[in-house]
C-alpha cells in the first residue's frame, strides 16, 4: 500500500506536497523515511504502469536542514 505523501502544511486549508509542469514534477514534504520510500513506490507504480523509466541523472534529491551524508544515503 502507498501511503499519502506528507507535505508541507502553511495553514488550515494549504498543504503542499507535489507540483507538476509539463514533464516535470516536484514533490515536497518533511524529510523522513515514510515520504522517500512514498516516492520511491510511486515512481515504481508509473513506471510499471507507463513504460516510461526516470531518468536518474536529470533527477535531484534536496534536503533542508538535513545532512548531505542523509541525502546521499537516501
Excluded at 507535505?7 to 518533511?30: E, M, N, P, Q
Amino acid at each position: 500500500m502507498i501511503m499519502p505523501i506528507m507535505g508541507i502544511r502553511f495553514d488550515d486549508s494549504l498543504t503542499l506536497s507535489h507540483l507538476f509542469y509539463a514533464d516535470d514534477a516536484v514533490f515536497i514534504g518533511k524529510w523522513d523515511r515514510a515520504n522517500i520510500l512514498t516516492i520511491v513506490r510511486m515512481l515504481k507504480c508509473f513506471f510499471l504502469a507507463s513504460g516510461l523509466q526516470i531518468n536518474i541523472l536529470k533527477s535531484k534529491l534536496m534536503g533542508i536542514g538535513v545532512s548531505n551524508e542523509e541525502v546521499l544515503a537516501a
